[in-house]
């Protein structure tokens, strides 16, 4: 049990004495590794100013000036600020726009949750394995579906080896043995899953922990992970409570098939991501694709800027787009014009009755407003 139920670091206590003649700074740092300083306001006296304690000083606004202290945003996991968000995702071929790297910097520093919702195919989950690969930290993932439990979510017992450690104690029993069945329960017979291999994690870098569409889950999952995303931990009634040394980087995403718990949002701070435009789609094909022939690009960005207008059954995500580009230049095609275009729609649209529709109704429309459209350039 106390291998397993660690505890948060204690509230750092601040005392002050009255009459001190300064401020008091005290620096003092959690087990997470992040350093506070603290200053205490000394007893204001005669020569004391009003901001800040500074004896002796005139605090009079004609001495201050207007000047301001620069803005500086504290590195957190080693990404500095909003803008090291952004280049540290695009050194990762993620483009990302600075609403979306302001969202996933502030739930790193605050900490909290980050739940992304969006369409599928924009993009929500790569930001899971980005933030891993940037941070070093390892990517615990659990992929939510129908009927998700605590047994797949969390953990569960390890039942054959309780039966055959049960038969163990029975034979020495039998042989004038005693039978201790205290740790049957315990540690080495306990499965863990995601959820528990995330808040158990020790390491001085706390893991990536990615919830994947959890609007596939049923309603109930959603109340069980309130207390892990306030608290940052899970009950097991035979072990007791396990708390997290340092709270994991999680992100959760949906598509949003079902509304998730206000309860669960509040806990969480909130992204929606759209379709990208023209101009990102051709920044991410450049990025994820390098040898696409900037016309090609430009040509297959456009048609599926287009082909999202349309009324479809699954309109094509930013996936969809990156698959398609990749299947043209395998057939060596270099614009989309060429009849065989026709016969590669399958990595485009997931529907057949997209499909139909697409080869005899919309492909001559949009092909047409693709060559009006040719002067796009990344």
């Known amino acids: 049990m106390d291998d397993h139920c660690v505890n948060m670091p204690a509230t750092l206590a601040i005392s002050k004495k009255a009459g001190e003649h300064s401020g008091r700074v005290t620096r003092a740092s959690s087990r997470s590794g992040v350093s506070y300083v603290i200053m205490t306001e000394s007893r204001r006296s005669d020569n004391t ?81 980005a933030l891993s690969a940037i941070t070093g930290a390892p990517l615990i993932r659990l992929q939510c579906y129908e009927g998700l439990d605590i047994a797949h979510a969390v953990y569960e017992w390890d039942y054959s080896r309780q039966m055959l450690h049960i038969r163990m104690l029975e034979a020495q029993a039998g042989a004038g043995g005693s039978m201790d069945a205290d740790d049957l329960f315990g540690p080495r017979f306990l499965v863990r899953r995601p959820l528990l291999q995330a808040i158990e994690a020790t390491r001085e870098m706390p893991p990536v922990l990615l919830i994947d569409e959890l609007d596939r889950a049923d309603d109930e999952f959603d109340a069980f992970l309130l207390e892990l995303l306030s608290d940052w931990q899970v009950t097991i009634p035979e072990l007791g409570t396990i708390k997290a040394t340092v709270p994991p980087m999680v992100i959760i995403t949906s598509n949003r098939t079902r509304e998730l718990h206000d309860a669960l949002k509040r806990r969480c701070l909130y992204h929606w991501i759209e379709y990208p435009t023209v101009q990102k789609e051709l920044e991410i094909i450049a990025a994820r694709i390098p040898d696409a022939p900037k016309p090609l690009s430009v040509q297959i960005a456009t048609f599926v800027q287009a082909l999202r207008k349309e009324d479809l059954w699954k309109v094509p995500g930013v996936a969809e787009t990156l698959d398609w580009t990749a299947a043209m230049i395998a057939l060596g095609i270099e614009e989309l014009k060429n009849p065989i275009v026709l016969d590669t729609l399958g990595t485009l649209l997931k529907h057949q009755e997209d499909v139909v529709r697409v080869q005899r109704d919309l492909y001559p429309r949009l092909v047409g407003e693709v060559a009006s459209g040719s002067d796009v350039r990344p």
């Open 49 to 129: 100013s009003n901001d800040g304690g500074m004896a002796g000083r005139d605090a009079s606004p004609a001495n201050h000036g207007s000047a301001k202290a620069p803005h500086r945003e504290r590195a957190v996991h080693g990404l500095h600020g909003v803008d090291g968000v952004v280049e540290a995702l695009a050194s990762q071929r993620y483009v990302t726009d600075r609403s979306l790297a302001t969202a996933l910097y502030l739930s790193l520093a605050l900490p909290k949750p980050l739940l992304l919702e969006g369409e599928a195919g924009v993009g929500k989950t790569e930001i899971a394995k």
